[in-house]
C-alpha cells in the first residue's frame, strides 16, 4: 500500500492492469501481459531530441555538487514527470512493478517516487512484487534462463521469442505468475519454465528436463 499526504485514493473499477519496467537507457516500458497496451519514454514536443539517457549523461558530465550539475538534475526531474504525465492513464487500472529494496542510484529511487505519486492522484493502484527473473522469463512461452536477457535485447533460448528486453520484462510484471519457492543453483543455471495463474493449473515452476517442481 502506498500512502502519499495528498488525499484518500479510491481504486479503479475498470481499466488495464499493466506492469512497468524502469530501464538505464529508456525511462520506462509499460504493458499489458500481451502487449495490446504498451507504451515507452517518447521524445518531448517542446524537445523531441532528448531523451533519458542523454540526460543522465549530462548530469555525470557535470563538476560533482556544482549549480551547472544542479540544474542538469533539474531538467532531468522535470523529464520524469512530463514522461509520466504523458501516459494515458484514464486507461489503467493498476499498476505493477518491481519491489526493489536497495536502490543503486539515486534516480531510480525517484522514478519510482514519481510513478507511486502519480498513480495516487491517477487512483490507480500499485502493487510491488519481488524482481527475482523477471527479466529472464520469456513472455511468450513462460522460460527463464540467464541467457535469454543480453542487455536490451531478449531473446528465448526455448521457443525464439524475440523483444526489447525492457518490455519483455513489463508483460512478466503485468502476468499474474505462480509462486516460485527456493530454487536450487542447478535449476537456476539449467533453466525452468514459470506458469501463470491463467495458464497452469498447478506447481508454479517445472524443470527444464520435464519434472515438475511443487511448491
Not at 102 to 109: A, E, K, T
Request: with cysteine; hydrophobic share 30%; glycine share 8%.
Amino acid at each position: 500500500q502506498v500512502n502519499f499526504a495528498f488525499g484518500p485514493n479510491v481504486p479503479k473499477q475498470k481499466g488495464q492492469k499493466v506492469g512497468i519496467d524502469v530501464g538505464e537507457n529508456c525511462l520506462f516500458h509499460i504493458s499489458t501481459e500481451t502487449g495490446e497496451f504498451h507504451i515507452k519514454e517518447q521524445g518531448l514536443d517542446s524537445q523531441p531530441e532528448q531523451s533519458y539517457k542523454e540526460l543522465c549523461a549530462k548530469v555525470d558530465r557535470k563538476r560533482s555538487k556544482s549549480k551547472s550539475q544542479g540544474k542538469a538534475c533539474v531538467q532531468r526531474k522535470q523529464f520524469i514527470n512530463e514522461q509520466f504525465n504523458r501516459v494515458p492513464w484514464d486507461a489503467v487500472q493498476s499498476v505493477v512493478r518491481e519491489d526493489i529494496k536497495n536502490f543503486l542510484h539515486w534516480r531510480v529511487s525517484f522514478i519510482f517516487e514519481s510513478l507511486d505519486r502519480i498513480c495516487w492522484k491517477q487512483n490507480v493502484s500499485v502493487t510491488k512484487v519481488p524482481p527475482a527473473f523477471t527479466s529472464q522469463r520469456c513472455s511468450n512461452c513462460g522460460w527463464v534462463h540467464q541467457g535469454n536477457r543480453n542487455k536490451e535485447a531478449f531473446k528465448c533460448k526455448s521457443c525464439d521469442f524475440r523483444m526489447n528486453a525492457d518490455e519483455n520484462a513489463s508483460r512478466n510484471l503485468a502476468t499474474e505468475l505462480l509462486p516460485v519457492g527456493p530454487l536450487s543453483k542447478e535449476s537456476k543455471k539449467a533453466g525452468f519454465f514459470w506458469g501463470s495463474h491463467a495458464g497452469s493449473k498447478g506447481s508454479g515452476i517445472s524443470l527444464g528436463n520435464g519434472v515438475s517442481c511443487a511448491i
